[in-house]
């Protein structure tokens, strides 16, 4: 069966540090798309990507960075760890830029 | 900017006491408003998508309607198999989803 993947599912890492989240997905979906979800603000959109070397911010994207070299692949990179980046991390993917979202099954991140 | 509030935040119901869960939005050229239900430690599960005013989809227990302005997701005879938290989100055209907070649901037996 076609899924999504997220690694690591747990980190804990220190301020400062660069942290990367892969997300692969075996679906061949051209979009791509990472969220952040926090209590008290629901799921928030950080990049999205609707194919190969196209990357675009969404609405929390300051302090983070990704790039997509293949269809299945996109990595969220934490350029340097901030408190505030504590958060759970959702990847997803749509077959269409009309159709419903497949989401992995989140990265716990905690930031010290 | 493209808003969606979810109310009630949180719901208690006993097992087989049938509600709803609203979901307004303001979003200018609507091309489809979904729900999710999230279990805790996972990823949202897609559940339905809505496209046009008066449209309706069921599925088991639950019933998704739609209007200009507002969605309800109806859940009739609930189980607490059925506690979650529902996610609801909209889309214009071509852009990507914008989620509500969501609501959590907890059916006791």
């Known amino acids: 069966d076609a899924e999504i993947t997220q690694s690591p599912r747990h980190k804990i890492t220190e301020t400062g540090r660069q942290v990367t989240l892969a997300c692969h997905q075996t679906w061949n979906h051209n979009n791509m798309f990472w969220y952040r979800q926090d209590l008290g603000h629901g799921l928030r959109l950080i990049h999205y990507?609707?194919?190969?070397?196209?990357?675009n911010k969404g609405e929390v994207s300051d302090g983070y960075s990704v790039s997509r070299s293949n269809t299945e692949d996109l990595p969220l990179t934490l350029e340097s760890a901030a408190s505030s980046q504590t958060s759970v991390y959702f990847c997803?993917?749509?077959?269409?830029?009309?159709?419903?979202?497949?989401f992995g099954e989140g990265s716990r991140l905690t930031v010290l | 900017e493209d808003q969606v509030t979810q109310s009630p935040e949180a719901l208690r119901l006993q097992e087989g006491e049938s509600s709803s869960l609203n979901c307004s939005y303001t979003v200018s050229g609507l091309r489809g408003l979904f729900w999710y239900r999230q279990d805790p430690g996972k990823g949202p599960e897609f559940l339905f998508t809505?496209?046009?005013a008066g449209e309706e989809k069921e599925k088991e227990r639950l019933k998704a309607t739609l209007t200009k302005k507002e969605s309800f997701l109806h859940i009739t005879a609930p189980k607490p198999e059925d506690s979650a938290t529902y996610l609801c989100a909209v889309r214009r055209r071509n852009t990507p989803l914008v989620f509500g907070k969501g609501t959590r649901l907890s059916v006791i037996a």
């Open positions: 990507s609707y194919g190969v070397h196209d990357t």
């Open positions: 997803a993917s749509s077959e269409s830029l009309s159709g419903e979202l497949f």
């Open positions: 809505l496209y046009s």
